[in-house]
Each structure stands twice: as C-alpha cells, then as structure tokens.
C-alpha cells in the first residue's frame, strides 16, 4: 500500500468520526432522538473521541455529551458514571476557548440536574478550572463557567459555599462590569443563586462590592438583564435587616419603580419581589418605600398585570400593612384596598387569593377605621364564601377565616356585619355577635335599624350555650332596649 492510499485510509478515518460527532450532536437536539442514542450506547461511543487528536472532533463530542446530559437526569448520571467529567476537567485546563465553552456547557448540563450531580462535579475538582475560565480573555468562555457554577450553586449552601470557597464572587462581580450583555445576565443570575442560601452567603457577595453594580444596572434597557439584576438584589435583601439596608443604601429608590411599568411580565415580578424583601423587615424600610411613591406604584402594577406576577406586590402590601395603623393607612389612602379585592374575587388561583385574604386582613385588623375601609369594599362575603367552599384549598380557607376574624373584632360598620348574622358559620358568628354588644350599647341610630331591619329578632333565632360567650353578647345586646321589643321580635 503506497504512502498516498494511507493517507487516504487516514483521512477516510477522520472524515468518518467528524460526521458521527456531527450527526449526534444533531440528533441530540430533537427529544424523540434522545431515547435511540442512549439505547444505542453512545455515551461509550463519544467518550474516547473527547480526547480525539482533532480539536472540533473533540469539541463537537463534547456539545453532543452536554445535549444528552442536559435532556435529562439519566443521562447525565450516565456521564459521571462513564468517568467522563475527570478528562472534561483536565482538557477545560489545556484546551482553546471552542472546547473550553463546550466542556463547560456539559458540566453545567449535569450539575443541573440535582444536588447529588452537582456534587460530583465538584467532587472531581472542577470548580477550580472553571473559576480560571472566568478570567479567560473570551467572553463566551467566562459566560459558559458562571452558567455552570449558577447552576452549581443554586441547589444548596453546601455547593453554593463551595463555589464560593473556589474564589468564583469577585470574578463574579468583574464580569457584570464587562460590556457583552450575555456575560452580564449568566453572572448576575450566579450571584443570586450563591445569594440565595443565607445571610453569609449574601454578605460574601456584598462584600465583593456587587451591589452598587448591580444597582447602577437596574435602568438598563435589556429586559433579561433587568430580571436578573433585580433577582440578585432580593435574594440579598430577603436575609436580614442590615442586609436590606445595604441593597436601600445603594439608591435604588426611586429608580427601581420604573421597573414595575416595565413592558416585561417578569421584570414587574422581580421589580415587586425586591420590593417586598425589603417592605417586610422593619416599619422604618417600609415608610422609605411608602415616602418613595413604592404603595402607590406596587398597587398600579396589581392593575396592570394578572397571575402570580401579581403575587408578590400582593404580599408586599400585606407586610406594610402589618407593620403599623400608620403604614396600614398609607395603604388605604393610595386604594390598595379595592384592587386586593380584585386581586380575591378575580383570580382563579388560591394561593394567590390566600395571599390578597391574608393582605386584607392585615389591613383591617388595626382600628375600626381600618376595618371600615376594607368592609366598605364588600370583601367580608368573599371571604366567607372562601371559607366555607369546599373548593377551597386548606391555605385560603385558613387564610380567609384568620382574616374576616381580624376585620370583624375592629369592625363596627354595622351594615356590613348585618348579612353575617344570616350566612355565618358558628364560630365566624360569635366574633360578629360580639360587635353589635360592643357598638348597640353607645349608637341609639344603630338600635333603632338593628330592630327595623331584623337584626334583632335573628339574634334572639340564635341557638347558644347558657353561659357561653356568646349567650354574654346576646344578653348584652337584648339589654340594649325595653324588654317588650325583645318579646315582640321574638
């Protein structure tokens, strides 16, 4: 055989590996593929070509590896039992930035999956190399090792102190200070998955300066950019009081609120999501967002926006609303009330209605003031309805009775406890019982229709213990007029 014809046998050879790689990482892009080739072995057939002597060869094995492994958790355990991540690792070292990305896309494709393959990763000393790609000259290389170590860490603190532990923040923060926006997104979305575990986790990014970065990109146009940043600000904010003051101190206000006009669903979401880490810690937080215009703005989106993107805007108000009658107030002056009302009837979803349920009760439970605005709305009915539907999950029917509860011991708008005396169950009915003994003595206006509009003669209909609580209110009430009245409604 002449020099020509084994050259030719060797070039025959390569073209043939080239086109099974190539084939593969095609069909790995189809899901009705991926149950074929994996009965077929391929991992065990793209394995050796890892460490092929021709760099696309080896690249192209490479994406063909992270599209198998990203389809499902399997496949992936299938590359970490083929001992397949330990020649990933040392080649991620030794290669060019083609294979470098690829190599990084199959480590962030198994480690994706579940705590368990994640820790195989770092079991096998990846994280180290990928840290080093995040100093890499290409942009595409330092994208591809902050996607894998945020997928990484976003399992659990072990991992996430694992990532930060191989020195991965501060080049973290460096790259959402780089130019190419992708870069930017991947790093921001790893910095709230590391920020998301604990309050020192969280302070290891603050204190790699992240967040006045983070801050400064909060007007960006990029709307995916905008979703992480915000995210990343609340997974630090959600923590600790000093924590939100550090996210406040970086002047977000009142920029952030732009956000919540955002033409982007999610970036709305994030935007009210920041806002409520931050609402829910301390009355003095929570009065900086109301000074903002933050109440008035959150309660613009509720309008604007349908679904669990109104979610958290619903419990931000419920967590000022919590804090203080003034800061309750606040919430009724900007008519949070009417559109938390909405918010219940409208939406098919109950863990959003046991969301606006709670909010409201927060709202009314301060003063009869309080309890006035939210009965005046005619949300006492709806939330009896909830209570008593058996269609109801456990969440909001415990979520409405705590509620109507919280209203009605404040309430002494009498015209919207009346209906109660008719639909209530006996336990709602003993706290509504209680409210007209507490305001029939003092409002002779009030006995008067309490008489005429048959209120009292249901109260007598009422079927109590002697002795009980709710015997005490009876007796209270009928001592509030002649006892021939009494015999007469009866």
């Not at 939210?374 to 969440?395: F, G, H, K, Q, W």
Request: aromatic fraction near 4%.
């Amino acid at each position: 055989m002449s020099q020509r014809q084994v050259l030719q046998v060797f070039e025959q050879y390569q073209k043939a590996r080239t086109q099974f790689v190539q084939m593969v990482a095609e069909l790995a892009t189809r899901p009705q593929n991926i149950e074929t080739l994996q009965n077929a072995g391929v991992m065990s057939l793209l394995r050796p070509l890892l460490l092929d002597v021709v760099p696309t060869i080896q690249q192209t094995a490479a994406l063909a590896l992270g599209r198998l492994a990203n389809y499902n958790d399997d496949l992936a355990e299938a590359v970490v039992k083929g001992d397949i991540l330990p020649q990933l690792v040392y080649s991620l070292a030794e290669q060019n930035r083609f294979y470098k990305k690829a190599a990084a896309f199959v480590l962030r494709a198994v480690g994706k999956h579940s705590p368990q393959l994640a820790q195989a990763i770092v079991d096998c000393g990846a994280l180290d190399t990928l840290v080093i790609c995040l100093e890499d000259f290409d942009p595409g290389v330092k994208e591809a090792a902050a996607w894998a170590l945020g997928y990484i860490a976003r399992h659990n603190a072990e991992l996430s102190q694992a990532v930060v532990d191989a020195g991965a923040v501060p080049l973290l923060v460096l790259c959402i200070q780089e130019p190419e926006i992708a870069l930017k997104r991947i790093a921001a979305s790893a910095l709230s998955d590391i920020s998301k575990h604990s309050p020192e986790l969280a302070q290891t990014v603050v204190d790699a300066g992240a967040i006045a970065h983070l801050a400064q990109m909060i007007l960006n146009p990029d709307a995916k950019l905008k979703r992480q940043v915000l995210s990343a600000l609340s997974q630090v904010a959600k923590h600790s009081v000093d924590l939100a003051e550090m996210v406040v101190e970086a002047e977000i206000f009142p920029v952030v609120l732009t956000c919540l006009k955002d033409k982007d669903e999610y970036v709305k979401k994030n935007a009210s999501t920041l806002i409520r880490e931050i609402a829910k810690h301390t009355p003095e937080l929570s009065q900086l967002i109301v000074n903002a215009g933050g109440v008035a703005a959150v309660i613009d989106c509720l309008g604007s926006c349908k679904g669990n993107i109104r979610l958290p805007g619903i419990m931000m108000l419920g967590y000022v609303a919590a804090h203080s009658e003034n800061l309750a107030m606040a919430v009724i002056i900007s008519k949070g009330v009417p559109q938390l009302s909405v918010c219940l009837s409208e939406e098919p979803e109950d863990h959003i209605k046991a969301a606006a349920a709670w909010a409201l009760g927060q709202i009314g439970r301060h003063t009869p003031e309080h309890a006035r605005a939210v009965a005046v709305t005619n949300t006492l009915p709806v939330l009896l309805s909830l209570y008593m539907s058996a269609e109801s999950s456990e969440d909001l029917q415990v979520k409405s009775k705590k509620a109507i509860k919280n209203i009605l011991q404040k309430c002494t708008y009498l015209p919207a406890l009346e209906p109660f005396l008719y639909d209530a169950p006996p336990n709602i009915l003993k706290h509504v019982v209680g409210q007209f003994s507490k305001v029939l003595p003092h409002d002779s206006k009030a006995r008067r229709l309490f008489v005429t509009s048959g209120g009292l003669k249901k109260v007598q209909e009422i079927k109590a213990e002697p002795g009980s609580l709710l015997q005490e209110y009876i007796n209270s009430i009928n001592n509030c007029y002649p006892e021939e009245i009494v015999r007469w409604v009866k």
